[in-house]
């Protein structure tokens, strides 16, 4: 891999630290210099004139393989939502559907600016996603669906214990550190009663012995906790804490109904919340206590769930949504725009075990970029800007656009059009794939 000098930006380092105007040049993956740097040039120049430089945004909760079924299921809690539609679609998924899907998905990612991205895939199929962010250039966490238990008030029920161990050793074998290192396999049992104890503790062991992330919905909603614990004989956190699965590289997805001695539980563990409240709000599930979260001292990410609860992948969108939804409870100031930012990049990359590579521009890490151009009100030859570029990116709204985006020093998008796939024939071909599983759920129906 080559020199590439990204030029004249106003850089931001990261959500909660300042930004400077500068060149950025990157050597193989690694960033090598932020200054001045126009003495040397590079095999590759992106113009940053006008532009924020910024890390790109790290999602912790994502599920590609829904992107096909994006308005499809609407007006529903997320109980009916999984029965009637999503686990039904899910079920009549063939690898070219799902491939279609993950391909769609990714492509939104990329242009949208977020660069790393944690899925949670079905049971079956999982190649086809890998293969999809190998093909587009993210960096990917993805995990095969475990499902070996019916969870209490839904239908949902993937496979026998022995063929799902025997699918997630054969993906992680074939899959983790692939793509330059880009992709990583991880853990994903569907929700903590999803799976048994026997898939539970033999995938935990797993994780450790290769230091995989864990991945798992927590308390969505608040009639599927209570019907969780009944079946259970606890709730689902101090259901994984005595499985073992909290920990400095575990996510829980939602975390909506946490009680206080949960969210301590949570905290003293180091575990990771991903927070989706798009997708909370949209199937009725509730409002994380997020400010409360960060007060006991829990790493706090962003995700957008998937397009099927969204209806959208775009990670600013999302921060804008986590920066204001909690103001009318807890105050104005509550989540200010820089702290939304950090969520949406540190807080991701510490949640993934990549704290010390992603996340935020530096000498010696990984070149993960995105160049966003500035909304017309903002000026960039105004020193007075840089204070204000947080509060732009979260709240710019539909003057925010991206323009090109680095992951692992290579442009994967440029001028806003991917660089390695068509968006038109990626589009042409997810939508066909989405009228033949519309045409094959209304059959089964």
């Not at 393989?65 to 009916?80: I, K, N, P, S």
């Not at 725009?337 to 935020?360: E, F, I, P, S, Y």
């Not at 993960?368 to 710019?396: W, Y």
């Not at 059009?417 to 089964?444: C, F, N, W, Y």
Request: hydrophobic content about 45%; aromatic content about 4%.
């Amino acid at each position: 891999m080559g020199r590439t000098v990204i030029r004249n930006g106003t850089v931001v380092t990261n959500g909660l630290a300042g930004t400077l105007r500068a060149d950025v040049a990157i050597e193989g993956r690694h960033i090598a210099e932020i200054g001045t740097v126009a003495s040397r040039g590079g095999d590759v120049e992106v113009d940053a004139t006008g532009c924020w430089v910024t890390p790109g945004l790290v999602q912790t909760h994502v599920h590609l393989c829904q992107t096909l079924f994006r308005g499809l299921a609407e007006d529903l809690d997320v109980m009916a939502w999984l029965d009637q539609w999503i686990w039904p679609l899910e079920q009549l998924h063939t690898a070219e559907t799902t491939a279609a899907s993950a391909r769609w998905g990714v492509a939104q990612l990329l242009l949208s600016g977020t660069t790393t991205v944690n899925t949670m895939e079905t049971a079956l199929h999982t190649d086809a996603v890998f293969e999809a962010a190998a093909d587009l250039g993210v960096r990917a966490f993805i995990g095969k669906a475990l499902m070996d238990r019916q969870e209490p008030g839904t239908a949902l029920w993937g496979e026998d214990t022995a063929a799902a161990w025997h699918d997630l050793d054969r993906v992680v074998a074939g899959w983790h550190g692939a793509a330059d290192g880009r992709l990583h396999a991880t853990v994903a049992p569907r929700a903590p009663s999803a799976a048994t104890d026997e898939l539970w503790s033999r995938a935990l062991d797993l994780a450790r012995r290769l230091d995989l992330v864990v991945h798992t919905h927590v308390n969505e909603n608040r009639g599927q906790a209570s019907r969780v614990a009944d079946a259970n004989a606890a709730r689902d956190v101090q259901y994984l804490h005595e499985l073992g699965a909290l920990g400095p590289m575990s996510v829980l997805a939602h975390c909506v109904w946490l009680f206080e001695e949960e969210r301590k539980t949570v905290a003293s563990t180091g575990t990771s919340v991903a927070h989706c409240p798009s997708a909370n709000l949209k199937l009725g599930s509730g409002i994380a206590m997020v400010p409360e979260m960060i007060e006991a001292g829990i790493n706090v990410s962003i995700g957008t769930d998937g397009a099927a609860c969204n209806n959208g992948l775009d990670g600013f969108e999302e921060l804008r949504m986590a920066a204001l939804v909690h103001r009318p409870r807890r105050g104005a100031g509550t989540i200010s725009a820089a702290r939304a930012l950090h969520m949406g990049t540190m807080g991701g990359a510490r949640a993934l075990g990549l704290r010390d590579q992603v996340g935020m521009l530096a000498v010696g890490r990984i070149a993960d970029v995105v160049v966003v151009a500035t909304p017309e009100s903002a000026d960039p030859a105004d020193p007075a800007e840089f204070t204000r570029a947080a509060t732009h990116l979260v709240f710019g709204g539909s003057d925010r656009r991206v323009d090109s985006v680095l992951v692992n020093g290579r442009l994967v998008v440029s001028h806003g059009e991917l660089v390695h796939g068509s968006r038109t024939r990626i589009e042409a071909d997810a939508l066909a794939a989405r009228a033949q599983l519309i045409k094959a759920h209304g059959a089964a129906a």
